[in-house]
Structures are given as C-alpha cells and as structure tokens.
C-alpha cells in the first residue's frame, strides 16, 4: 500500500484546489443573486412609488434594503412610510439616513433628511408607557407595545409611534395580566399607567380604556422590539447614486413649489374708452366687445406652507386673436383632492387689451357750428387696471421622480372701470414639488 501514497498527494491536490474554486464560484454567484435581487426590488419598489402604491412599495424597498443597506433605498424607504401615513416610522428613518450621510460626508443628502425631519417632528404622535412594578420587582414584569416587549430603559420615555391604534399590554411571569388599545392621532401625547400585577394590588384601570384580560396560562411571546420604537445605529451606505435620494420625493428644494405651464381657450372681453375723435374735434367713445382665441402660459411659484397646502402667486399671460394680451396674477392657495386632483383659487390683479374696428359718433366743431358724424375706425382699447378672481382646477396626468404633470383650467374674471374681461382656458402643466 505504500506506494500508493505518492499517487494519493498527486490527486488529492487538485481534488482540493478543485473544490476550493467551486466554494468561491458558488459564493460569488449567491452573492451576485442577492445583489440581483436587492438591485430588483429597489427598481419595483420605485416603480411603485411613482405610480402612489405605497402599501406595495414599501415592502419591496423593506426588503431591498435588508439585502443590501444603503442610503438611497433608506431614504426611499423613509419618503414611502411618510407617504402611508407612518410619520413616525417616516420620522425615525430620516434620522437613521442623516446619520449615516453625515458619516459619508454627503452633504446634499445629509440637508435633504435634515429637511424631512424637520417637516414630520411636529407631526409626529407620541406615547408615554408609565410602570409600576410594584413588589413582584421591574425584573418580573415585561411591558409589550404591539406584541413586542420594551426594554425597561424605555418604560417612563415618549417613544415615537405611528398613528393609530396601539396595544399595551403587561405580563407578570409569563401570563398577561392586563392590556388597554391606545388611539393616537397625528401631533398627540398619551400616556398611559401600567398598574403591578395582582401580587402587589394593582392601582384600577379605568373601565373605558382597558381590555378583558387573557386566559391564565397565556405565555408572553418572544418577540424583538420593532425597529421603529427606538433609533438603532446606521447601516453602511450602499452603491444607490444621487438620483435615488432625488427620487425619495417629488422635489428637494424644502418645500419650495413651482408649477409652469401653457394654454389655449377662449377670452371675452368687453371695454370702452373716451377719446378725442380722429376724425375731427370733440371726444367720442370707443366701445369694444368680442370673444377671440387666446393662448399663453401660466405659472405658480410659492411654498408647502402646512401639509398639501402651498401658498404662492399664480400669474398668466396671454395673447389674444383681438390683437391684444391679458396679464394677471396675485396671491393664490392650492390643495390636491386625493392622489389625482387639485384644487385652488386666486385673488387676480391685472389688465387686458384688444385691437379692432369700432363705430364711433359725437359732435364736432366744423367751424361754425356742432355737427352730427360717426365713422368707423381701428383702435386699441385697454380694459385698464382691474380686479378679479381665478380658480385653478387639475388632474393629475403622470407623475415622476421631481413632480407631476396636470391637465389643467384656470378660468378667471377681472373686472375694471373700463369693462370686464372673462377667459376659460385648457391646457397642461408641471408643478416640481
């Protein structure tokens, strides 16, 4: 048998270097897969987010982001549980993502996090969980907010918590001994009173605001602290490139607005002016009245003064088949109706012009005497400086990554001391959030 030994190290060499390259080749490809995987579920979840399907969105990035952590998808993410409603989990998602540009020195996304967070901290609700453990001692007595147990450095502290309802509840060597369903909305502080188990002679718990406890027996399940009660450390940042955070929301200019956009429709005016007659002495009046095509371009500039709500000012500018324009703007107010409509109004100050031929007659001096004429001439007659109101009507059309684009109306009335003038155009616009 020895000298076989030889013949064995000659094969066993390559067997090993053999079954080396295949563990790295099949952990490379795992990896890839993953990477694949993570990198797919990024691009769905996004796809969705554009389309407004946060409830379907959010998992997608959820799991993106467990695959492969990164700062885009985290901020995603974060813009996504904003989007549902979670302002705190939105809330507590942001910071996580200034942590970790702040540790990339990332500048631009660090302000835009900082910004985020800004806007959601008022909104956020929040809830104290106040125990006593009584006699049985803190370390027999575990605390669950929604089925997870609180870790007793939190008992006392106002966690962040998403609106809605919430379940606490109370266990005393593994039997739950009391539970009570806390409604928080938006901005609210609750607290509530955990009493000690039966042991120590629990303080009541008020009839309105407590559960029927559960069956003796009931084990306390083991489950881990939701992620989005405390602020954990943040993850590395991943290979996400700038457009990612750009896509976190439909802008990032802290809550600037703008909105540019174009029309055709239809303008009304009516105005008449005093002037000297060209065809001789004396005053005559000059009297216009006419629909014509009118086409131009409206804009809004302003700012998200409170949720939804931008304040700014709208103008529009337009010419006219009477050879002649319209001008107005003054400060506005807009407000989405749901995910696909808009709404607003503007108090207008402006003015319009047309061109035309008109009648005129008067009496003019000949020489001797007053004398009847009327003719016919081409003038421009202004309607002046005038007032009025406008309405803005929208529907959403496409969204995407920076804003949306709207089929929009934007009818108006102006009324001066010359005339008045109505107009009722259509057209598009994209408003960059």
């Known amino acids: 048998m020895k ?63 467990r695959l492969e952590p990164s700062l885009g998808t985290k901020l995603n993410l ?12 939105a809330w507590v998602g942001f910071q996580e993502a200034l942590i970790t540009a702040r540790t990339a020195g990332d500048a631009a996304r660090e302000a835009f996090a900082k910004a985020r967070i800004d806007a959601l901290a008022p909104r956020v609700p929040w809830l104290r969980v106040r ?24 008992w006392d502290k106002e966690l962040p918590v998403d609106p809605g309802e919430h379940v606490v509840a109370a266990a005393h060597q593994g039997e739950v001994f009391w539970e009570t369903t806390v409604a928080l909305k938006e901005s609210e502080r609750v607290d509530v009173a955990v009493p ?15 559960r029927p406890a559960r069956r003796p027996g009931a084990r306390v399940p083991a489950v881990r602290l939701p992620r989005a009660r405390l602020l954990p450390e943040a993850p590395r940042d991943g290979v996400r490139d700038e457009r990612s955070v750009r896509a976190a929301s439909p802008g990032v200019s802290d809550g600037l607005v703008f909105e540019v956009g174009g029309f055709l429709g239809h303008l009304w ?15 005559c009046d000059f009297t216009l009245s006419t629909g014509s095509l009118l086409a131009g371009a409206t804009g809004f500039i302003g700012y998200t003064a409170m949720e939804r709500l931008d304040l700014g000012i709208r ?9 002649g324009l319209l001008i107005a703007l003054g400060p506005s107010v807009s407000y989405p109706l749901g995910d696909r409509f808009r709404v607003g109004g503007t108090l207008l100050f402006g003015t319009a012009t047309q061109s035309g031929p008109v009648f005129t007659d008067g009496y003019v001096w000949n020489g001797y005497e007053y004398a009847y004429r009327s003719d016919t001439v081409t003038t421009s007659v202004p309607l002046g400086f005038s007032l009025g109101l406008g ?26 001391a010359d005339g008045v003038a109505a107009s009722l155009p259509l057209g598009v616009a994209y408003r960059w959030n």
């Open 3 to 65: 000298p076989l030994r030889p013949f064995r190290r000659t094969l066993c060499a390559p067997l090993a270097g053999a079954l080396l390259g295949a563990s790295a080749l099949l952990w490379g490809r795992q990896a890839a897969a993953e990477e694949s995987a993570a990198e797919q579920l990024f691009r769905e979840g996004r796809a969705l987010l554009v389309e407004q399907r946060f409830a379907e969105a959010c998992p997608k990035l959820e799991e993106s982001q």
């Open 78 to 89: 974060a813009f996504c549980h904003e989007r549902l409603g979670q302002v705190a989990t």
């Open 131 to 154: 125990a006593s453990a009584g006699d049985a001692g803190a370390d027999q007595v575990t605390i669950l907010l929604d089925g997870a147990a609180l870790d007793p450095v939190a």
């Open 196 to 210: 000690a188990p039966a042991e120590a002679a629990p303080a009541p718990v008020p009839a309105a605001a407590s």
């Open 269 to 283: 005016l009516d105005a008449d002016k005093t002037d000297v007659c060209v065809n001789g002495d004396g005053e």
């Open 315 to 323: 103008a529009q500018i337009g010419l006219h088949s009477s050879v």
């Open 391 to 416: 309405v803005e009507i929208g529907m959403k059309l496409t969204d995407s990554p920076s804003g949306a684009l709207f089929l929009q109306t934007t009818p108006l009335f102006l009324v001066g």
